[in-house]
């Protein structure tokens, strides 16, 4: 049982706009600690998307973004493509630790 | 370029011990807090330990705590998880990953944030009888 939830799956066609939700608590995202999300494409290592709720890496396309409010965070993704295919996870801080979501698996129809 | 390389994964029995490594490249490595992170098969990603840029600080999860030990060796840019009485449920593919920190100033204040900038391929361990 992950401290952070993520719906276990999201879909979308070509072109369309997914959310991906990170429900937290107030020991974590309410307590204002920062979400950072993480891309992790089939049989590859995790890489960072976004970090510090809303900003990209170098690199990473603009059709991503992220925001944060309350106890809760986002991953939005823009022109859904099929290269998007993959794995997602939220990530904050809790009681010492750094927690991760449980992982969002995305499927481009 | 820069790059982490893991090694050191295996089969192992359960209670046994494994020391893992990861070579770091194309940094400064003795500037930078790295962590270790797993992942079992077809589950999501755990955080597993810390350590701070010298070695002084460490954390762990609470599942390995008094079992692994996360320690570095900055001359020889090195990150190492040393795992002892392993359990079945630690099986799982283990990144070392390094902890970036970025600062971004607005007109009323400055923000630093610290997250995984940087991972490695992952090495897998098992542990099976």
């Known amino acids: 049982q992950s401290v952070l939830t993520q719906p276990p799956s999201v879909s979308g066609a070509p072109g369309q706009r997914v959310t991906i939700s990170c429900t937290g608590s107030s020991s974590n995202i309410g307590a204002g600690y920062d979400v950072h999300w993480y891309q992790q494409l089939p049989g590859t290592a995790p890489k960072l998307l976004i970090y510090g709720n809303s900003n990209r890496p170098s690199g990473v396309p603009d059709r991503f973004s992220g925001s944060k409010s309350g106890t809760s965070a986002s991953l939005a993704i823009t022109g859904l493509q099929a290269e998007d295919e993959a794995d997602y996870y939220c990530q904050s801080y809790d009681s010492s630790s750094w927690v991760f979501g449980g992982g969002t698996k995305l499927t481009v129809l | 370029e820069v790059q982490l390389v893991e090694s050191g994964g295996g089969l192992v029995q359960p209670g046994g011990s494994l020391r893992l490594s990861c070579a770091a490249s194309g940094f400064t490595f003795s500037s930078y807090w790295m962590h270790w992170v797993r992942q079992a098969p077809g589950k999501g990603l755990v955080w597993v330990s810390r350590i701070n840029s010298d070695g002084s600080s460490t954390s762990y999860a609470d599942s390995v705590k008094g079992r692994f030990t996360i320690s570095r060796d900055n001359a020889k840019n090195t990150l190492y998880l040393q795992m002892n009485s392993l359990r079945a449920e630690d099986t799982a593919v283990y990144y070392c990953?390094?902890?970036?920190?970025?600062?971004?100033?607005?007109?009323?204040?400055?923000?630093?944030?610290?997250?995984?900038?940087?991972w490695g391929k992952g090495t897998t361990v098992t542990v099976s009888s």
């Open positions: 990953a390094r902890e970036g920190v970025d600062i971004v100033a607005t007109r009323l204040a400055s923000y630093y944030y610290y997250y995984m900038d940087v």
